[in-house]
């Protein structure tokens, strides 16, 4: 039978997406309790590495010892991978010999060509276009703190990146209303944006973005890959930073997140992410217990 992948956020229906949230919930509190559950004993995930990280190769790696298996960190500096070895090569043999496969990378046509190899669950770990594991746990957070998130409306300010492309998901899969407010000329995917349809709207102005609000977000001006647009892009966002103003459109119980790192005095001001609403070492805390949620449901169904 053919693997499942996680690759976007689409590639699991939305009741298979909410019982991850709420697997997730009751996998934190079995850490909590000290429970000793280890369904992936004796199996591997294979960790490819192309772009920094702290959160999601602690958690992955964390979740799988946790499991009782074992995580891999492969980079491409000291693997073949990073030689030009053949991306359909190297997901015919690692998933061989691994039982997932956990990548980020810059294109996302490489976690697809991969995946396309593999005889393994490839789970997408970051690419240039979506972050659908960072999802999951922010759906987590959101849930944990205020209930479901069906209905709700979420405020995206700044960039139309990865993470604003897999909200757009988001949107779509959990039934919340979207609404990102984003420069001109830093706007999201148009074909992301039309296939969501009515349940995004792109606004320019963030305290518009969010009124009325339950939930504010935002990610950094700059992704991984784009260090040089650093000055142009500050310059392109002034303006676009969560501060109080921004957070007091939005509804008094208003949760604030951020999928971290964090730049205070850019994206989000200090008052805000270290502010009563903000909800980031919940969010950071639940990439674990969402991501264990995940490889079970990918490893173990
Ligand atoms: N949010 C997130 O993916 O963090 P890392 O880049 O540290 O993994
Ligand atoms: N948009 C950011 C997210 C980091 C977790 C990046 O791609 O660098």
Redesign the pocket.
Known sequence: MAPRHFLTLLDLSPDELNGVIQRAIELKAMVKRKEIYEPLKNQTLGMIFE???????VSFETGMTQFGGHALFLSPRDTQLGRGEPIEDSARVLSRMVDAVMI?TFEHEKVELFAQYSEVPVINA?TDMY?P??LLADVQTYVEHRGSIAGKTVAWIGDGNNMCHSYINAARQFGFKLRAACPEGYDPDQSVLAAAGDCVEIVRDPRAAADEADMVTTDVWASMGQEEEQKIREAAFSGFMVDDAVMASANDDAIFLH???AHRGEEVSASVIDGQQSVVWDQ?EN?LHAQKALLEFLLTN
């Open positions: 772009k920094s990280s702290t959160r999601t190769r980020r970051l972050h594991c960072q999928c971290l790192p950071a990439r």
